[in-house]
């Protein structure tokens, strides 16, 4: 099975909105990190987020070790934030495994 | 200006050739990765280099070699090409080695094997 699952795999939201994206992990975590992409583009770090809660203006990210999961808060989302959101979990090679990510659509 | 370099942004190529995939980062890293992205699968780790020593190699197939002549360059070469093998390759670099560390990522080649 996947190691890293994703959801939603999509949303739809109106400007303003708030989002909240989610990837739960089926084995230890050590450290995690959540990306962005745009379609043909490349991948944006968003956060490095090993545990606990960072936030950078408009976006939170809460990653709990013991319940293998975190979470990306959107809010007030802006036109500008449509893309895709991938999560990963780090090892100690330096592999990084991914999920499918969430593709988030956020309209006017 | 870019910090993290790969080049050619687009490839094509013809099945059972060679092609050598560019990679240069000048963020003053030590680690540096491939990964490849194709179509409805999740981004796939390929290799991961330390102070130019290889650490991981998750790739079955010894027709992709990586190659650093320096300790800011890591270069994938792929032969006996194959249409399996399109996909957009990047690059990634991180600050210390390789062990769970906050990974940067290139602008990406994109390979198209007919």
């Known amino acids: 099975g996947q190691q890293v699952q994703q959801s939603p795999t999509s949303l739809v939201l109106q400007e303003g909105e708030n989002a909240e994206l989610q990837c739960n992990f089926s084995?230890?975590?050590?450290?995690m990190q959540w990306f962005y992409q745009r379609p043909g583009g490349s991948l944006v770090s968003v956060f490095y987020?090993?545990?606990g809660t960072k936030q950078s203006g408009r976006l939170t990210s809460t990653t709990v070790i013991k319940e293998r999961r975190s979470s990306l808060h959107i809010s007030s989302s802006q036109i500008t934030d449509s893309g895709t959101y991938l999560c990963a979990r780090g090892g100690n090679t330096g592999k990084l495994i991914f999920g499918l990510g969430t593709t988030l659509q956020v309209q006017p | 200006d870019p910090k993290i370099i790969q080049k050619p942004k687009y490839l094509v190529a013809v099945t059972g050739s060679e092609k050598i995939l560019i990679c240069e980062q000048y963020l003053g890293h030590n680690a540096m990765y491939w990964y490849r992205q194709s179509a409805k699968k999740p981004l796939e780790f390929m290799f991961s280099y330390s102070y130019q020593k290889l650490m991981d190699n998750q790739t079955a197939s010894s027709r992709f070699q990586p190659q650093s002549s320096k300790k800011n360059h890591l270069d994938l070469q792929i032969t006996a090409l194959k249409p399996d093998d399109s996909a957009t390759y990047f690059c990634a670099s991180s600050q210390t080695g390789v062990n769970y560390a906050e990974q940067f990522f290139g602008p990406g080649t994109r390979l198209t094997v007919l």
């Open positions: 084995t230890s975590l050590n450290s």
């Open positions: 987020n090993p545990s």
